[in-house]
């Protein structure tokens, strides 16, 4: 799908579906701006029968017949004097959502004037792309419908050299982290991971390595590989690496954890644990895969970024890891599995390692990491975790300039005792309060402390149930636009 803009005379506009944005200021004098191609004095008495005002979320829909514009959807946008941007944006979602399916090109005029940004013009554009994705790889009825292949902007004239070639860049970031996420476990294996990974690096000339089984053996990755021993798909160790064109002043890694599927293990999930759903599990590693396509494309220059995924599977078989069971991580340290049911952080430990290997400045990992992270935010915000203030400002900085939801957690050492064990330099699980907290901390036992750090848990963010906002029902990609913005104002910041 692409975004396009119309700047020419309203007059010469021919489309057939309009979404068209007024305030509640004067409806006669907004409406004559589309007299072209609708009697505006009729539309206003249809308008005022149904008592609408121009009331923000407000919608009326009308059908024509026997014109060249089939559709007309009146959005309200509330006071002109108090424009909440936020709620125009969840009902602009939630509109053309609803006509994704329905035409193959949807036009948008809105009030441009009343809106300052061309950061915000942009991110009407990302709204409108992400808020109408369809998933339909695995519905046999996929051709049935109509798909929306074009979304245009009309009469922008504040903005007329306005480009969304980037915008287009992370929703399609955006849009790959939601497909990675939603794809069966039959499908995703960690091989078709690797496979993705290798298409990045085709199509935007990234570095690969896919480090093998006996490969992750030589560099002594005993955490991760216990993890992998239950399945009999070979784990992939997937490394890509976006170059700088000029000297590199900042190295950074992202990290994301990649179980393709996870059964638990012997601490299988039972009853409630929504077993179903743990094709998700991997939403930190979309995430990352995510971004490193967006970025791929965007190429910010003076950085050189690595992103690291640790995909396999934690099934259960005859040589699958035992609860009670010592393993060593590729830093040398011992951990007692006292719950084969926390083995993302296992995983974690050693691409930990591998990223601090690589001398960083900094590392953020994302993944689909603790339940007790739903029980404490919900399903709206991700926590995350920091070993440095400044990187803490920054990440809130850019979830918010890309529009996710994100909260600072602590970091409390005291609760590091939960983690002592009798046998092992650490157990992989603490106590069931401060669950989230002890697995950051865990993993914070894997690089080197002189590096800025910041882990994100994803687990009540990566998927919705139902429509919100931009995220369709199903895989959000939540964190691809926040590690993205977080680059660019890095990029920013270098100059």
């Known amino acids: 799908m692409k975004l396009s803009t119309f700047q020419q005379n309203l007059n010469t506009w021919q489309g057939s579906t309009l979404i068209f944005g007024i305030v509640e200021d004067d409806l006669k004098n907004q409406l004559e701006k589309i007299n072209f191609i609708i009697d505006s004095n009729l539309l206003l008495d249809k308008i005022n029968q149904k008592n609408f005002k121009g009331e923000i979320g407000k919608v009326l829909n009308f059908d024509f017949f026997n014109q060249n514009l089939q559709t007309l959807k009146i959005i309200g946008l509330g006071e002109s004097k108090n424009i909440n941007i936020t709620n125009i944006k969840n009902s602009l979602a939630d509109v053309i959502r609803k006509s994704a399916d329905k035409d193959e090109k949807i ?13 915000e013009i942009k991110s009407f554009g990302e709204i409108a792309r992400l808020s109408t994705y369809k998933d339909n790889r695995f519905n046999s009825k996929r051709n049935d419908k109509k798909v929306l292949k074009e ?14 070639n980037e915008t287009e860049y992370i929703c399609e970031g955006v849009e790959l982290a939601r497909r990675l996420v939603a794809a069966p476990p039959n499908s995703l294996t960690p091989l078709e991971m690797s496979k993705q990974a290798s298409k990045i690096s085709k199509d935007h ?10 490969e992750c053996e030589d560099l002594g990755m005993g955490a991760y590989l216990a993890v992998a021993k239950g399945s009999d798909l070979e784990p992939k ?5 976006l170059k700088s064109r000029s000297p590199v002043k900042e190295k950074i890694a992202l990290v994301g954890k990649g179980l393709t599927f996870d059964s638990g293990g012997y601490n299988l999930k039972v009853g409630a644990s929504q077993i179903e759903m743990m094709k998700y599990d991997m ?8 971004a490193a396509k967006a970025l791929g ?18 099934m259960i078989n005859g040589s ?25 952080r296992l995983t974690l430990a050693d691409a930990l390692t591998y990223a601090s290997n690589l001398k960083p400045d900094s590392i953020i990992d994302l993944a689909t990491l603790t339940g007790a992270i739903v029980v404490a935010l919900g399903n709206d915000v991700a926590g995350f975790w920091t070993n440095d203030n400044l990187m803490a400002k920054d990440l809130m900085r850019a979830s918010s300039q890309a529009g996710e939801e994100l909260w600072q957690m602590p970091l409390q050492k005291s609760y590091k005792d939960g983690l002592k064990s009798h046998i092992a330099d650490m157990k992989n699980t603490g106590p069931r309060a401060g669950g989230s907290i002890t697995a950051a901390l865990f993993l914070e036992e894997f690089f080197d402390s002189s590096i800025k750090w910041a882990h994100i848990d994803i687990a009540g963010t990566c998927w919705t149930d139902k429509n919100k906002g931009i995220n369709p029902s199903g895989a959000t990609g939540y964190g691809v636009k926040t590690l993205v913005q977080w680059i660019k104002n890095k990029e920013l910041s270098n100059e």
């Open 107 to 119: 036009s948008i005029l809105f009030p441009w004037e009343l809106i300052n940004s061309l950061k």
């Open 283 to 290: 939403g930190g590693s979309a995430a990352v895969l995510g």
């Open 151 to 164: 979304i245009e902007f009309l009469n922008l004239k504040k903005f007329e050299n306005i480009s969304f």
């Open 320 to 344: 699958a890891v035992h609860p009670g069971d010592v393993v060593k991580a590729s830093n040398g340290k011992t951990i007692e599995i006292n719950n084969t049911d926390a083995e993302g």
């Open 205 to 214: 000339g990234l570095e690969i390595k896919i480090l093998e089984k006996n």
């Open 297 to 314: 494309a965007i190429k910010p220059d003076g950085l050189e970024i690595h992103f690291i995924v640790a995909a396999c599977e934690n």
């Open 237 to 241: 160790f997937i490394h890509l690496t």
